[in-house]
């Protein structure tokens, strides 16, 4: 009977970090916890829209970025197949989601439900594709494929502000933030792939939580999870913006770190 309590490894992936080495019932203990940044700051975010009145449409866009989180907790957990599905297949739907948010973002609605059944056909498309498929790099490219249409959709709008709007310095700041969280995160993850063998090296000749620094893809998580904070708070603010309301609002940081917004008539 095996120690561990997940059992074998199911999973079409098994990432760097040493398999069960805390605890025999979290795989990997690193890449497990640190999706917990994506739990908190969704839960941050919810708590901001709610005391800025914005509409339930960016509740469900954290709740989707939390879900991913709980996906990848899941995941890399257990190692089990279904739990990876359930880790890769909602970046696919949270990031449709997103898509529909900065492409109806104009107080009418442009495209009816053209878009959301396009988006919805791209989702079920790619899960069944994927369920046959079984390879990480179908998954992957067509997550690209929604990062970059995202991107260019966001950069876009910003791009079509008057010059002296107040807001477009600020949001375009919010954008190159989001930007540098997942292309740093999608560095150090792929370093993870390419040197684990040097990185395992490495971690058996200094203390655990010195080796924990080198744990790559946990770093990925929490790049990636601050890029789409920092993103959501950018759609809240041009969605504001594009209404006519953008006055009311102003971009705070908290411990200088964080971004959010805050009605002006409101104090924290």
Not at 62 to 71: E, K, S
Not at 116 to 139: C, E, Q
Not at 178 to 206: H, K, M, P
Request: overall charge neutral.
């Amino acid at each position: 009977m095996s120690t561990n309590f997940w059992g074998p490894v199911t999973s079409t992936i098994d990432w760097c970090e040493e398999n069960y080495t805390v605890s025999r019932y979290i795989a990997e203990f690193f890449n497990t916890t640190t999706n917990l940044v994506f739990v908190f700051l969704s839960l941050y975010g919810i708590r901001n829209t709610y005391q800025n009145d914005m509409p339930f449409r960016f509740i469900v866009a954290y709740a989707a970025v939390m879900f991913i989180g709980f996906g990848s907790w899941c995941f890399h957990m257990t190692l089990q197949y279904e739990m990876q599905l359930l880790d890769e297949l909602p970046m696919i739907y949270g990031a449709c989601i997103l898509a529909w948010h900065i492409f109806e973002v104009y107080p009418e609605n442009r495209y009816g439900v053209w878009l959301p059944l396009g988006l919805v056909g791209y989702s079920a498309f790619v899960t069944w594709s994927y369920l046959i498929i079984k390879n990480p790099v179908f998954h992957q490219v067509c997550y690209a494929i929604l990062v970059f249409v995202i991107v260019y959709r966001s950069t876009s709008l910003v791009r079509g502000l008057p010059k002296g709007a107040p807001e477009k310095r600020q949001l375009s700041l919010l954008l190159k933030l989001a930007a540098s969280g997942f292309i740093g995160a999608f560095f150090v993850w792929n370093i993870d792939n390419q040197f684990c063998e040097q990185l395992r090296s490495w971690r058996s000749t200094v203390p655990f939580i010195v080796g924990a620094i080198s744990e790559l893809h946990g770093l990925w998580h929490i790049g990636t999870g601050l890029g789409v904070y920092f993103y959501v708070v950018y759609n809240e603010w041009i969605y504001k913006i594009l209404l006519g309301e953008g006055q009311r609002y102003e971009l705070i940081w908290v411990l200088g770190v964080l971004p959010r917004l805050r009605l002006r008539s409101k104090k924290d």
